[in-house]
């Protein structure tokens, strides 16, 4: 039976930044508590976006990332600011995640199909849960900060195909990095599928996706049928 797994942010959902701003309005708390500003505001979200771009390739978790924007600004991290990061974030949801154009119909074709469908994202719950109510997705949601590891880790995949129930060689993996989403499930020898919304070059260093799409429906083309 094939099984297909799918990366959320940039592949199901737009979040519009919304890390970003949580991240933003940390910056509040560690300003009002002593923390420095580190430069102007584009310099402050570059660097945000730089630390997110970071945690989304699995570098390290996003509670280590709130601990290093905390550090980076003259204090001494603990779990409050990852609390307050995490409340900022989930609260943001309903507003700020809009669904992928094509996406229900691409998760009711799957679903008429009998196919299974997971998530696997570099991210953490219930955050990812939720992302995943707002386009009405109804398979397992497995986030790093659960499992322990992170994309482009085999281990990662491995922890997919348990939440799918299917092997490799019968799942398809759906994302827009070609790193963390196409190298990952290609090293765990997943089908991978490059979601090329964006009309991105893909990396000439890396090994090439099984197969690209530039829009959500074409997805039901490389899957096969029961």
Same mark, same amino acid.
């Given at each position: 039976?094939?099984?297909?797994?799918?990366?959320?942010?940039?592949?199901?959902?737009?979040?519009?930044? @919304?890390? +970003?701003?949580?991240?933003?309005?940390?910056?509040? %708390?560690? /300003? &009002?508590? #002593?923390?420095? *500003?580190?430069?102007?505001?584009?310099?402050?979200?570059?660097?945000?976006?730089? @630390?997110? +771009?970071?945690?989304?390739?699995?570098?390290?978790? %996003?509670? /280590? &990332?709130? #601990?290093?924007? *905390?550090?980076?600004?003259?204090?001494?991290?603990?779990?409050?600011?990852?609390?307050?990061? +995490?409340?900022?974030?989930?609260?943001?949801?309903?507003?700020?995640?809009?669904?992928?154009?094509? *996406?229900?119909?691409?998760?009711?074709?799957?679903?008429?199909?009998?196919?299974?469908?997971?998530?696997?994202?570099?991210?953490?719950?219930?955050?990812?849960?939720?992302?995943?109510?707002?386009?009405?997705?109804?398979?397992?949601?497995?986030?790093?900060?659960?499992?322990?590891?992170?994309?482009?880790?085999?281990?990662?995949?491995?922890?997919?195909?348990?939440?799918?129930?299917?092997?490799?060689?019968?799942?398809?993996?759906?994302?827009?990095?070609?790193?963390?989403?196409?190298?990952?499930?290609?090293?765990?020898?997943?089908?991978?599928?490059?979601?090329?919304?964006?009309?991105?070059?893909?990396?000439?260093?890396?090994?090439?996706?099984?197969?690209?799409?530039?829009?959500?429906?074409?997805?039901?083309?490389?899957?096969?049928?029961?």
């Amino acid at each position: 039976m094939p099984g297909v797994g799918f990366d959320i942010d940039h592949t199901l959902v737009i979040d519009n930044k @919304l890390e +970003r701003v949580a991240f933003m309005r940390l910056l509040e %708390i560690v /300003e &009002a508590r #002593g923390g420095r *500003v580190l430069g102007t505001l584009d310099e402050e979200t570059g660097r945000i976006d730089d @630390l997110l +771009r970071a945690q989304r390739a699995g570098a390290f978790s %996003i509670a /280590e &990332a709130v #601990g290093r924007f *905390v550090t980076q600004r003259g204090l001494e991290p603990s779990e409050e600011y990852v609390n307050a990061f +995490r409340a900022f974030a989930m609260r943001m949801v309903d507003d700020f995640v809009i669904p992928v154009p094509g *996406v229900h119909r691409v998760l009711h074709g799957l679903r008429e199909r009998g196919i299974p469908v997971a998530v696997l994202s570099n991210g953490w719950n219930p955050l990812q849960v939720l992302k995943a109510q707002r386009v009405g997705f109804e398979g397992p949601v497995v986030a790093s900060a659960d499992i322990g590891t992170q994309k482009p880790s085999p281990l990662a995949f491995t922890a997919l195909l348990s939440a799918l129930g299917t092997p490799a060689e019968q799942t398809w993996y759906v994302g827009d990095d070609p790193v963390s989403d196409i190298g990952g499930a290609r090293g765990a020898e997943i089908h991978a599928v490059w979601f090329d919304w964006e009309n991105k070059v893909y990396p000439s260093d890396l090994a090439p996706p099984s197969h690209t799409i530039h829009c959500l429906e074409e997805l039901l083309q490389c899957v096969p049928s029961l």
